[in-house]
């Protein structure tokens, strides 16, 4: 399972251009391939989603050409796929899946239209009804009222009325609205049931007009499209930017301080999720819109939690529910029960994550109720839904987390994470390193007081891990053992105490056996690994110190201190040899000397985190140099690091 680590995080600012709108990219896509004429659609987002669409067209025998970067020409066939007979696979993408299914059954070929297990799961009933009642001929391959579907050449009935349900996803008034000109009769559509999600329906029909369809409305109830309505190429369409894309850097704006900038989107947007930059408002943010920008900061004080009705703005209230995370009050978002339908049960999802945060969350069929509560780490679960991912890494402001499969990201924001590292600042990490008994520790735990920051003595996991497998009887040895024992440690660390399950640790991890087996346990790869994250979550304001093997390569490569701390070997044994005689114990300096020279020569030539100075990590040389010197030398490296 892939993961990504997120630090807490400090702020947030800067610039955003957003991918293109998914909807408007689908949209585009489909009707340009129906069209009359060749139409150039430039700054088309490029996803998972679109792909699925521009695949299903090639396979439909549409002429499709990238004209490079984010720009393609579509050939449009005026209304007769060339392809007749074809298998279609479209993912997890509804945006392609319902339009796709009301055009190709509409088409008069013979088509199958697959997805993956979860697009097998989303309804689909209601548009195959409604293309039932013009005499399409749709048949369910699986479970009645779902895909994957099989549509063969009918007879369409002549002006015709067809009811389609409006109150489950508003996907089906817009796959049947689209497909309407191919029947070439006049035709209305009757909404039954509340129709939902309308500032989607908008898109719709701003798309089809841009194509020279103009479909009748009677409010929400009745839409109707003439005979001898056709597509046209307007030539050259440009994508707007994704609305709900522009969320969540709106969102991190509102939370982290801001000036967040989007653009893309704004003012003139035909998606209606732009709405919810009044949603932040309206929680305390400080929103200002342009034709084609928006920018959102964090009021004073913070903000408020929010009760609203989210029907008009489905996807971009997700973003809403971890903002929650930072309202004061409870938050309320309801009217959602499309949620449920969506790439996994969102609110069933939601609840869950949020949940293993530490929020109180309650959840209804069609709402959810979110109070902040103590923010804990955790491991996020993405269910395959790219919108859960880029939600919750909202939540890092309020503690270090992982996101599992954070590549989900790519059905609608493929380099989303990038953009999101860009805007934010992580609170900052010194990562010191050395040779054993450079003094790294000290250093580290003096430089981290005069900062207020944390210390993580990493050395310390390690010889945990290595006295509490020797407590349960595990051999040091038994990678797939420790690393069980590394990844359920039970350990608190406050100040200097340190408490293994619940009792206080002491000089029981200093002792030579517990050293030589901490090396031995450090050496093994599942080791590391299961205490990656248990370092990590050490990563939260204000700061902190961290000294290690690792520290600033792969547990905070993003430091913005890195020390390589050392001494000669002679000097290191005769701090060495003092601090024992302090203690109160007899030492003997020859041995110790050839003691650290063997450890160095391990150390270095181990194939597992060996020890060495990293590219980027400045050298401290403290041979000649006092304790205090040594703290301060760093503490002028930081200051000049973080200016
Ligand atoms: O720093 P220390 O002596 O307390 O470390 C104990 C052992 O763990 C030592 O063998 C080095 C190893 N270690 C490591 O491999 N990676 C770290 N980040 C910290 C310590």
């Known amino acids: ?259 967040v900038r989007v653009e893309g989107v704004g003012r003139d947007s035909i998606q209606g999720d732009v709405k919810f930059a009044e949603a932040l408002a ?123 499969d954070p590549k989900c990201v790519a059905k609608t924001f493929p380099d989303y994470f990038e953009r999101f590292a860009t805007v934010t600042r992580a609170a900052p990490v010194i990562a010191i390193d050395g040779p054993s008994a450079s003094g790294k520790g000290s250093v580290a735990a003096r430089v981290a007081a005069a900062l207020g920051f944390a210390y993580l003595d990493s050395g310390a996991l390690y010889r945990l891990t290595a006295l509490a497998a020797q407590r349960a009887g595990i051999a040091w040895d038994d990678e797939a053992g420790v690393a069980a024992i590394a990844a359920g440690l039970d350990v608190v660390f406050t100040g200097e105490d340190i408490r293994l399950a619940g009792v206080l640790v002491g000089d029981a991890i200093r002792t030579e056996d517990i050293s030589a087996g901490a090396s031995k346990v450090a050496a093994l790869p599942a080791v590391r690994e299961a205490l990656l994250f248990r370092q990590r979550v050490f990563n939260t304001l204000p700061g902190l110190v961290g000294d290690g093997r690792d520290m600033g390569s792969v547990i905070f490569p993003r430091a913005v201190l890195k020390v390589f701390l050392t001494a000669t070997a002679e000097a290191r044994a005769e701090r060495r040899y003092k601090q024992l005689i302090e203690k109160g114990f007899s030492a003997n300096l020859p041995d110790l000397l050839a003691d650290l020279q063997q450890r160095d020569a391990r150390d270095s030539q181990r194939s597992v985190a060996p020890l060495r100075q990293e590219a980027d990590a400045r050298l401290l040389e403290t041979t000649q140099l006092t304790i205090e010197q040594a703290v301060k030398q760093v503490l002028d490296w930081y200051s000049e690091a973080s200016s």
């Open 282 to 404: 309206q929680m305390g943010a400080i929103i200002e819109t342009g034709p084609n920008w928006m920018t959102a900061c964090a009021p004073q004080g913070g903000l408020i939690a929010v009760d609203l009705d989210c029907n008009h703005i489905p996807d971009a209230a997700m973003t809403l529910a971890t903002a929650a995370l930072f309202a004061k009050g409870t938050t309320t978002l309801r009217n959602i029960a499309s949620w449920r339908v969506k790439e996994t049960d969102r609110i069933a999802a939601m609840a869950t994550e949020l949940r293993k945060i530490g929020a109180v969350v309650e959840e209804g069929a069609d709402f959810i109720k979110i109070t902040p509560s103590t923010a804990r780490p955790a491991a996020i679960d993405t269910y395959d839904d790219h919108r859960m991912a880029m939600c919750f890494s909202l939540a890092a402001f309020a503690t270090p987390l992982r996101i599992n």
């Open 1 to 259: 399972m892939e993961f990504l680590d997120l630090p807490q995080l400090l702020s947030a600012a800067g610039t955003v251009r957003l991918p293109g709108s998914k909807s408007i990219s689908n949209r585009v896509l489909l009707l340009a391939a129906l069209a009359d004429g060749e139409t150039e659609v430039r700054d088309l987002l490029a996803s998972d989603d679109t792909e699925r669409m521009l695949d299903a067209l090639q396979a439909l025998g549409i002429g499709v050409t990238h004209l490079g970067g984010e720009n393609w020409k579509i050939v449009g066939c005026g209304g007769a796929f060339p392809v007749k007979q074809a298998e279609l696979f479209l993912g997890n993408a509804g945006t392609a899946f319902r339009p796709l299914t009301a055009a190709l059954a509409l088409a008069g070929g013979d088509y199958v239209l697959k997805g993956v297990a979860r697009m097998h799961e989303r309804p689909i009933g209601d548009l195959v009804d409604g293309l039932r009642q013009l005499g399409a001929d749709v048949s369910y391959l699986g479970n009645e009222g779902y895909p994957p579907l099989h549509l063969k050449p009918a007879t369409i009935r002549p002006d015709g009325v067809v009811s389609v349900r409006g109150d489950v996803s508003s996907q089906f008034l817009t796959g049947l609205l689209m497909a309407l000109p191919l029947t070439g009769q006049t035709v209305a559509v009757d909404v039954v049931g509340e129709l939902i999600s309308k500032p989607y329906i908008e898109i719709t029909l701003a798309t089809m007009a841009r194509f020279g369809v103009v479909v009748e409305r009677d409010g929400w109830q009745r839409f109707t499209v003439r005979a001898g309505s056709r597509y046209v190429s307007p030539g050259t369409v440009y994508v707007e930017g994704d609305a709900s894309s522009a969320s969540y850097f709106l969102a991190l704006g509102a939370i982290g301080g801001g000036p």
